[in-house]
């Protein structure tokens, strides 16, 4: 299985990031202060993340059915029922077609995600699909016939969700489906991007 070259790169990215955010919260630095300071690194890892894009996309991904990994590549449509994928360089553009879905997580650093789930179907019970991002957009596109709730987070970017628009700085939606409360089969997205859009439709 081909892995990234540089497996540090995006590790020290997200110890760093963690750092600053950990500081701001105890009151010990300013996040914002650091990023008016820092901002020309931010604008290297960004020029990374446009070469990178260049380059064939890979990203590791676990099956919780399945002991092993499979590499997955651009537009992969996959039938598992739940996903636990992450990715540091490039676009990741997922398609899942399962009819016993159970949610999982998703997560990418730099680079669009666009995920797929127009065509499953949910197992019973409520099951949780988390996506993350950094930098780049966020899309999901879900089913029309399923009830979902849904939470929308960008903190510089603007969020639609199912057709509710905020625009700026730091939105959030939530939405939840009229029979989502006491539905037997449901799905609770939460869609978190920091610097990018997100769009549930």
Do not use: C
Request: proline letters at 2%.
């Amino acid at each position: 299985m081909n892995t990234y070259r540089r497996p540090y790169l995006g590790g020290i990215i997200l110890i760093t990031l963690g750092i600053l955010f950990l500081l701001d919260t105890l009151n010990i630095a300013d996040f914002g202060d650091l990023i008016s300071t820092y901002w020309p690194l931010i604008l290297i890892f960004v020029g990374f993340s446009i070469l990178s894009k260049n380059r064939r996309h890979q990203a590791n991904t676990d099956i919780e059915e399945n002991t092993g990994s499979y590499v997955s590549d651009e537009r992969e449509k996959s039938d598992v029922s739940a996903i636990r994928s992450s990715s540091v360089f490039g676009d990741l553009d997922l398609k899942f077609s399962s009819k016993d879905f159970r949610g999982g997580s998703i997560s990418n650093v730099f680079g669009d995600t666009n995920i797929d789930l127009s065509e499953i179907a949910l197992a019973d019970g409520e099951h949780l699909l988390k996506v993350d991002g950094m930098f780049g957009d966020l899309h999901v596109l879900v089913p029309k016939d399923i009830e979902i709730y849904v939470a929308g987070k960008s903190v510089f970017g603007d969020v639609r969700v199912l057709g509710n628009l905020k625009t700026g700085f730091g939105q959030e939606i939530n939405y939840s489906s009229t029979g989502y409360p006491t539905a037997s089969r449901k799905l609770r997205l939460y869609a978190h991007q920091v610097f990018g859009d997100v769009r549930i439709w």
